[in-house]
């Protein structure tokens, strides 16, 4: 049944959003195959012994309600808090259920382990079977019986053991005959020798049988025992599984949870007759009981009239049962009762004819509806005479009006519809239809009054044009003009509707060229960060090899150092000028770049590339895909041509050659045109000896005089070994007698 009550709605409807989270938000599928365990529950109260197939519905029922406790409890969301509050009151007996499946296998079999006794008497039963078959089969096929025998079995005749005896032997073997073939052709023959056995295994079956209701009357005890707490929990998983089902028809049918208001309000945008399959149904909007109380529904025969009224009614029913409603939106009051005349009841039995139907209805709601029902009425005043009948209409309208009553009303009666024109809280609605087929859509207006359209439908069903034309002419000029009023309107409407869907089909693409401009700036930041990765990567690559390469220098370095001879000096003082191309130019690492101007882009330009902030070299253009290759350092990649900006070249420096006699200096530095190494060890001459080179360099200095004396000759040899290692010394020469012979070198740079 619905709840009356706004809170008592909210919370079922909680519940079930809740049930939703854990069906498809946590992907938990509680199992409710549980069975009515009522009368069993009764019967054990009372210590009447419980047969097996009751004692495993107990068992169902407490395992069920274990697993489902757990589920529940265990789901790691804190807005799940009535089922929590639900599952806490379940009853759990794990010993009972443990024992009741390890007793009873099925709703007729006792399991062996379900006593002890029980299980030696089955022993006991097994082991005198075995000894009465291996006798009989002694009969059957032995040589001296064999022969009197119908079929080479045993079988079993009123419980007990047999042989099968052709009946012309009887006889030949002694023992009591239980039963003989419907032919008359078999004997089934006890032979004496097996009767006590037989008369055993009787009685160890009874002993079977007294032992299994035993173990019955001791599970009803327990059960009986905790009766009361099985009931309640057998009422809260059952709560729980209607929850759980509402949650799941609320998901087939796409549903939403309703808003519960205490206002008489009813909203419904969207909504979708839940009974209608979902290809078929037209979604519909529904509102009462904000600016107007009664709602009058007109249009066409089969045009949906009724399908909204009773949209309106089982949306409403659907959220005060705590049921998800099949729509974009609803927004429901709770209505203390919903009343509705619906259909044809005429009875001949009850000498009822339409109109009466109809009138007894609609006198029992005048007599109980009040300010807080809602009423829905289908052809009001249909039945009886046209003018009468919408003379009554209008009157019963009017009463519910005047008493705060929600309605919705569905009627062909002009009278109603200027009702609705002219009086505050009233108001029209209608159902549309193909002004070019005059088919239904199904679609409901509202503050709209729709025409009937009797005569045109009858014309394009195929009634005879003169009979439509007569039938026209019959028409009031008044409700002509209404008419042509109506159909006025309508067609103002159709051309507003179709304004909007333009408007709105405009502002879609409008929206869509929005989202394809977003993608492609997406498109653009990924492949921007995809060659920044790039970039990065070969960066990494490049750095890698170079410290590789300055690693192998150092470690080659720290080996001459443990023989530090003057060839190994020499060496050494080598490689530590190779070390200097891995040396960072501080000067121009944060250098600007140049100047950017406009202008097509071409092989060989400067360009700027925007997206990494780095100048490069163009090498290589692809107008056809909009791309450029180009060099940013030793790395080359390919970027848009979009993303590229041309740079001002910068003119080339012209390169200052000194005069052999020149004396120019630069950057005001004074540097003499020779050295004097004299006095100095080999590893301080070629220290000296390389910081002057350098200065003379920066200088462009175009030949210098070293002066190392003649000594041994080992310092001019380390000296010329030097200059021999510099290539920007083009030659070097031993000085002529007048400049000092051999104890002179003089160096020409290139």
């Known amino acids: ?58 068992e169902r029922v407490l395992r069920v309600s274990r697993t489902l406790r757990g589920q529940i409890l265990n789901v790691p969301d804190d807005r ?21 499946t390890s007793a009873i296998l099925s709703d007729t079999e006792m399991s062996d382990k379900a006593s002890p006794e029980l299980y030696a008497i089955r022993t006991k039963i097994r082991k005198i079977s075995d000894n009465i078959k291996a006798k009989l089969y002694n009969y059957v096929n032995g040589a001296a019986y064999s022969k009197y025998m119908q079929d080479n079995i045993v079988t079993v005749r009123n419980d007990r053991y047999v042989v099968p005896l052709k009946a012309e032997y009887k006889g030949v073997i ?117 600016d107007f109380t009664i709602l009058l529904i007109t249009g066409p025969n089969t045009g949906g009239k009724t399908v909204c009224l009773k949209l309106a009614g089982l949306i409403t029913l659907m959220g005060m049962s705590g049921l998800f409603v099949p729509a974009r939106y609803a927004k429901i009051p709770c209505f203390s009762k919903i009343y509705c005349d619906i259909g044809d009841e005429q009875s001949i039995e009850q000498n009822l004819s339409t109109f009466s139907s109809h009138m007894s209805n609609v006198v029992d ?21 046209p003018t009468e009948g919408a003379l009554l209409a209008l009157n019963i309208t009017a009463y519910l009006k005047e008493h705060n009553v929600k309605a919705i009303i569905t009627t062909h009666y002009n009278e109603l519809k200027e009702y609705a024109v002219t009086t505050d809280g009233v108001q029209n609605a209608s159902m549309d239809f193909n002004p070019n087929t005059y088919s239904p859509t199904y679609k409901l207006i509202i503050g709209m009054p729709g025409a009937s359209n009797a005569l045109l439908i009858a ?50 693409e409008a929206e869509e060229e929005l989202k394809k401009a977003e993608k492609e700036r997406e498109k653009l930041f990924a492949q921007r960060e995809r060659l920044n990765q790039s970039v990065k990567k070969e960066t990494k690559r490049l750095v890698e090899e170079a410290m590789s390469e300055a690693n192998e220098i150092i470690e080659e370095l720290r080996n001459l150092l443990d023989d530090p001879d003057e060839g190994t000096i020499f060496r050494a003082q080598k490689l530590r000028k190779s070390l200097k191309k891995y040396v960072i130019n501080e000067e121009n690492e944060f250098k600007g770049f140049a100047e950017e101007i406009d202008g097509e882009i ?36 390919n970027v848009k041509i979009s993303s590229l900006q041309r740079l001002k070249k910068t003119p080339a420096k012209k390169e200052i050659k000194d005069h052999p006699t020149s004396k120019t200096v630069l950057y005001n530095e004074q540097v003499s045109p020779e050295i004097n190494l004299i006095g100095k060890t080999s590893d301080e001459a070629l220290y000296l000896l390389e910081e002057y080179i350098d200065k003379c360099l920066r200088v462009h200095m175009h030949e210098i005089r070293i002066i190392h004396g003649y000594g041994e000759g080992i310092l001019r040899k380390t000296v010329q070994n030097y200059l021999k290692s510099r290539k920007e010394i083009e030659s070097y020469r031993n000085g002529e007698f007048n400049e000092g012979g051999k104890g002179v070198t003089f160096a020409i740079f290139k």
């Not at 409807?13 to 809740?18: I, R, S």
């Not at 009535?82 to 024992?99: G, P, T």
């Open 80 to 100: 799940i808090k009535l089922l929590k509050e639900k599952a806490n009151l379940i009853f759990v007996d794990k010993k009972l259920e443990d024992d009741i």
């Open 459 to 508: 014309e394009k069903l195929g009634l005879k044009k003169e009979i439509v034309e007569k039938a026209k002419l019959g028409i009031s000029s008044g409700r002509t003009e209404f008419e042509n009023v109506l159909k006025s309107l309508e067609k103002s409407r159709r051309e507003t509707e179709e304004n909007l869907a333009l408007s709105e089909k405009m502002k879609n």
């Open 1 to 58: 049944m619905p709840y009356s009550d706004v809170s008592a709605v909210r919370k079922s409807l909680d519940e079930t959003q809740e049930a939703d989270l854990i069906l498809f938000e946590h992907a938990v599928n509680p199992s409710m195959n549980f069975d009515d365990v009522t009368m069993a529950l009764e019967r054990a109260e009372v210590l009447s012994m419980l047969s097996m197939g009751e004692v495993l519905k107990i």
């Open 602 to 637: 071409v092989v060989g330009d400067k360009v700027l590339v925007k997206e990494l902030n780095s100048e490069g070299e163009v090498l290589k253009l692809n107008p056809i895909k909009g791309e450029a290759k180009v060099k940013l350092g030793k790395i080359e990649t």
């Open 365 to 385: 709601i005048i007599e109980n509806a009040d300010a807080d029902s809602l009423v829905l009425l289908d052809e009001l005043g249909s039945g009886t005479d």
């Open 174 to 290: 002694p023992g009591l005959i239980h039963d003989q073939s419907s032919s008359g052709a078999t004997l089934y023959v006890e032979p004496m020798a097996i009767v006590e056995m037989n008369n055993d295994l009787k009685t160890c079956y009874l002993e079977e049988n007294a032992e299994i209701e035993r173990i019955l009357r001791a599970f009803t005890y327990r059960i009986g025992a905790e009766a009361g707490m099985i009931r309640y929990t057998f009422e809260v998983i059952t709560g729980l599984d209607i929850i759980f089902a509402k949650a799941r028809y609320g998901n087939s049918l796409k549903a939403v949870k309703p808003i519960v208001t205490e206002e008489k309000v009813l909203e419904i945008q969207t909504g979708r007759h839940p009974l209608i399959a979902a290809e078929k149904v037209v979604p519909n909007d529904i509102r009462i009981g904000d």
